[in-house]
Every structure is written in C-alpha cells, then in structure tokens.
Antibody, heavy 119, light 112 residues
Framework: EVQLIESGGGLVQPKGSLKLSCAASGFDFNGYAMSWVRQAPGKGLEWVASISIKTQNYATLHVDSVKERFIISRDDSQSMVYLHMNKLKTEDTALYYC??????????WGQGTLVTVSS | DVVMTQTPVSLSVSLGNQASISCRSSQSLLHDDGNTYLSWYLQKPGQSPQLLIYLASNRFSGVSNRFSGSGSGTDFTLKISRLESEDLGVYYCFQHTHLPLTFGSGTKLEIK
C-alpha cells in the first residue's frame, strides 16, 4: 500500500522559514518523480514543485510564485522528499500535499500538512 | 501559463443520472511526445484529491467504470454515469503538458 506522510507544517511569521517532509513507502520510491501541491483554505489546487529521479539528474521545477524562496529535494536512501520554504508570505498559507508523479498525473497523495503564515 | 477553464462551476444531479464536466485549456495539451497530459481528480469533503483519469481517457486503477474521460487538443470532458452519493465533491482537471503545471478551478458536484 502506497503511503505518503507529510510533516513539518505549523504557524510561522512572515519572512520566516519552514521545512516540510514527506515519508514515502509502499512503492519503488527511486523510480518516481515527486511533487508538492498546495491548497489555500477554501480554494483550489496549485502545483508548487516537482523533482525527478536520479537518472534524470534530480531535475527540479518550481512554480514562479515560489522560485527563489522554495526548494524541493529528495533523499532516495530514506524515501523522503522535502520542501524547504524561505521568506514565507501570508499567501503561502495552505495545506501542502506530497504526491507521486507518474504519466503526467498524481496517482497518490498524502493527507497534507498545514502551513499558516501569520504574525 | 495555460489556463484551465472548467464548466460548470457547480452542478446538482439526481442519483442514478449522468453528470458531465467540461475542461478547456488555453493551449493544446498534445505534448511533443504524442501524449495528452490531462488528468481528472475528485476531492471528496475533508479528503485529499484522488486521481480518476489520466492521459485524458485512461481510468486509474480501482476507479469505477462509471467515470469516463474524453477529448483532445483543448477540449475535454469527464462524464459520471449512474450517479451515486459517494461521487459528491469537487472535481478538478489538470494539465502536465506545459510549464507551469496548472489545475482548473474546480467543479462542485452536489446530489439533488
């Protein structure tokens, strides 16, 4: 059974930092790209970032609104994916989902971790 | 950015009837590799989104055959036949052909 368990969310002040983690299990983690998708309270879904696999040089992609502030990374030895978030803004407040990327879709999702940016 | 326009914004359908949701993209979703990276998701109340359809018309493993996806280029449709109470929630289309990857704004399905 595929499991994605996010952690690291919480309340942070504007311009602060936070590191989200996602522990993956139940599939060949090394063989799949991974992504983060977020959902602001009462709003729709927004793709945030993706990271490819080793054979694709762990290439990363980030939506423009988080470039220069967020960095996605992964540790294949631990089956973990991370989202390092810096210079947080109030508009980054959202539930952050960890997802598996496959065939141009997100077949598996975690339950999400809530990030609240507020003073 | 590719804009994904979903219609209607909401719809109310009686149990046992069919629901249809449209998704139009501002650019063709046909990728240079020949695939059309359009997928559909259902987010039930209080839950994480779940994949229904990928590559425009392929049902994901375990998804009921009451769900079907069709379309090409810029026009796509999700149909839900023989509506059941468990189908209520918000449906999203998503494109993975162009950067940045973008979702539609969602269609809320209610049971009449």
């Amino acid at each position: 059974e595929v499991q994605l368990i996010e952690s690291g969310g919480g309340l942070v002040q504007p311009k602060g930092s936070l590191k989200l983690s996602c522990a993956a299990s139940g599939f060949d983690f090394n063989g799949y790209a991974m992504s983060w998708v977020r959902q602001a309270p009462g709003k729709g879904l927004e793709w945030v970032a993706s990271i490819s696999i080793k054979t694709q040089n762990y290439a990363t992609l980030h939506v423009d609104s988080v470039k220069e502030r967020f960095i996605i990374s992964r540790d294949d030895s631990q089956s973990m994916v991370y989202l390092h978030m810096n210079k947080l803004k109030t508009e980054d407040t959202a539930l952050y989902y960890c997802t598996v990327s496959a065939t141009g879709a997100f077949p598996y999702w975690g339950q999400g971790t809530l990030v609240t940016v507020s003073s | 950015d590719v804009v994904m326009t979903q219609t209607p914004v909401s719809l109310s359908v009686s149990l046992g009837n069919q629901a249809s949701i449209s998704c139009r993209s501002s650019q063709s979703l046909l990728h240079d590799d020949g695939n059309t990276y359009l997928s559909w998701y259902l987010q039930k109340p209080g839950q994480s989104p779940q994949l229904l359809i990928y590559l425009a018309s392929n049902r994901f493993s375990g998804v009921s055959n009451r769900f079907s996806g069709s379309g090409s280029g810029t026009d796509f449709t999700l149909k839900i036949s023989r509506l059941e109470s468990e189908d209520l929630g918000v449906y999203y289309c998503f494109q993975h052909t162009h950067l940045p990857l973008t979702f539609g704004s969602g269609t809320k399905l209610e049971i009449k």
